[in-house]
Every structure is written in C-alpha cells, then in structure tokens.
C-alpha cells in the first residue's frame, strides 16, 4: 500500500514538473535554444553593387542567391547601386542601415576615403569603420583608342580623354597620378566622362580619343576576360591599347601609397591588335560592411561563401577565382576586414594575403 501512495505522489509530481517546465518554456521560448542558436533569429541584408551589365552587380546577384539557397535564416537582396563612394555616404547620412548592408567597395576607394581626397573631399568620416568581408574579384583597368598613332601616354596631351565616370573618381585620380609621375602633363588633356559602355559609345562615335578599358581576372595569376563594354567595343571596332609604364606606376604608388597594383597582359588577350605585352592595372574588389554589422551575420555570409565557393563561376568569369583560399586575397592588412572575418579566416585557416599581382 505504500509504495502504491509513493508511486502516486512521485506520479504527482513529475506531472506538476512537466506543467511547471511546459510554462516556462511557452513563457521564454528562449530557453529552448543554446547561446549560438538564440542568435540565429530571421536577419536581412541588402547588397547594392554597380549598375545591371557590370561583374560587381551580378556578383552580388550571385551571393544573394546563394545566402537564400543555403541559409535558414539569412536572407539577402541584391541592389543596383551607383558605386562605393555612394554606397558609403548612404550608410554616414542613414546609420540605421548600418546593420544590414553589405556593400561592393574597392580598395582604391578606401584609400581615398581615408586621405578625403576625391568624392570624399566634402564628406568627413571615420572611415575606418568600413571594413571588408570577403573578396568579390579583381578588376582591370587600362587605356584604349581606335587610332593607331596614340601609342603610349606621351600621347595624350591635346587629345579628348574619359578616365573615369566623373571628375576625381578612382581611376581619374590614379591614371592622372601616373602620368604627373611619368613627367606628362594633363593640362592639355580635354577630359571627358562616362562609365562603362557611356564611355565606349562616345568613343565608336568619335567624340573622344582614348577611353578607360575594363576587365576581369578569370584565372591566376593573369589570365583576364574584358568586361561586356569592353567585349562589346571590340567586336565593333579596331581597338588598340595603350600600356601603362611600369616606373611611372611604381613611382605614382610610392609616393602616395596608393594600393594599385600592375598586371602585365600577354598580347591578343584583350582583343585581336593587342600584338604587344600590355600593362594595366588591377583593383581589388570586395564586399564591404559597416563595423557593427553583427558578427553573426558575417560569420553566416562567409560560411555560405566558403561552402560554396565553386558556385560563383557559374554566374560570370568573374567568380572563377572565388576559392576557399581566394576570400581574404585583397591584399589589405587584417585590420582592414571585419573582425568576425578575422576570426572567421584564422578558424578555416584561409590566407589573409594578395594576388601576388606586381
């Protein structure tokens, strides 16, 4: 008899534990999940690159695809933008997106931003709180004409040039920085500016001499595909190209500490009257965020990424050079990425370095 009380008291009191626990948990749900788990709430980010047509935009097509293909609780939308520059003053002037953009941006760019030169002249900030979080490709730029008698820089004054989309632009900086290196001078330059195939169309028209080029590195360590402006222009008109000169390049990057790097291209890569070795240069190009971006939130895009490195190929050449190895190649020091990508790189042991790109 007794131990049939104490089996119905002890019956009793697993029932009223279970109520008591049942309470708790429809109370604070919370408690159901461990410390990583109450993290992973429902989170969206919004990835704004270049215009639709340039490698960045369908970068960023391409991670958005990917975070929402292989992610349960990160959801990402892919943008168009207007370029770094923008990028970076929409999150000054509206800090609550802060949190959730994860932006295309180059090292060239922050470069500038820090030394408040070009598009950041008027605009002060800590630009420090920009940070990387993982590589989106290298980009190429250099110089072409369609007349056969422009053949080096030394060409250029008194002709009709476009080195970039507006005045004191990256390239813009960069190119004419070269030139004052190289003892040429720009005053007699008649710029002009355009971006991408704006640029190309006023050159097949004849209302400029030289345009800017672009292209991308599709294999290491430089192998490049012309980007779809550039294709375009070549497949319409006799285009040559104007090599950069290495000691003016040289010259230009040790006196500012402009993190530009020389990629010299073997001849009929960039179209059929390249017959030379042509010298351009190559821009590190990542997806960026503000520092207090959530450590989670990082760690959960480069996971996708790492999981899923080969994918990105598969959207344009761009991404053939997107390893597990590749993510932190922008050629910055550590401090210059996100620190839950810091982390993040020394736990899957992937190589904070460059391209190797001289």
Not at 300 to 312: D, T
């Amino acid at each position: 008899m007794k131990k049939k009380q104490n089996f119905k008291k002890n019956r009793h009191l697993c029932r009223l534990l279970i109520v008591t626990i049942f309470a708790l948990i429809m109370t604070f749900p919370s408690l159901l999940m461990a410390d990583g788990a109450a993290k992973q709430e429902k989170f969206e980010i919004y990835i704004p690159t270049l215009p639709a047509g340039f490698g960045s935009y369908i970068m960023g097509v391409a991670l958005a695809e990917q975070i929402n293909k292989n992610s349960t609780w990160l959801k990402a939308t892919a943008m168009e933008g207007r370029g770094p520059a923008e990028n970076m003053k929409t999150l000054i002037k509206k800090p609550a997106k802060r949190k959730n953009y994860l932006f295309f941006n180059t090292t060239w760019d922050i470069w500038e931003a820090k030394k408040g030169i070009g598009p950041y002249k008027n605009f002060p900030f800590d630009y420090d709180e920009f940070r990387f979080v993982t590589l989106l490709g290298v980009g190429g730029n250099g110089l072409c004409t369609l007349n056969p008698q422009i053949k080096s820089l030394k060409n250029l004054p008194g002709k009709r040039a476009t080195f970039d989309s507006s005045k004191g632009k990256s390239r813009d900086i960069a190119i004419r920085g070269i030139m004052e290196a190289g003892n040429i001078s720009t005053d007699q330059i008649k710029f002009q500016y355009a971006a991408g195939k704006g640029a190309a169309d006023t050159l097949r028209d004849g209302m400029v001499d030289v345009i800017y080029t672009g292209h991308m590195l599709k294999k290491l360590p430089a192998t490049w595909a012309n980007s779809p402006f550039q294709s375009e222009l070549v497949s319409t008109k006799d285009v040559y190209y104007i090599s950069f000169d290495k000691t003016a390049v040289y010259a230009f990057k040790k006196k500012t500490g402009h993190p530009l790097s020389l990629s010299q291209v073997s001849p009929k890569m960039l179209g059929p009257l390249q017959t030379e070795s042509c010298n351009i240069l190559a821009k590190p190009l990542g997806f960026c965020a503000h520092i207090t971006m959530p450590d989670h939130v990082v760690k959960e895009i480069l996971r996708v990424v790492y999981e899923n490195a080969s994918a990105f190929k598969e959207y344009t050449v761009m991404g053939n050079i997107i390893t597990q190895d590749t993510m932190a190649s922008l050629g910055i020091p550590k401090d210059g990425y996100h620190p839950a990508a810091v982390k993040f790189f020394k736990e899957k042991s992937v190589p904070i370095t460059g391209f190797g790109i001289k």
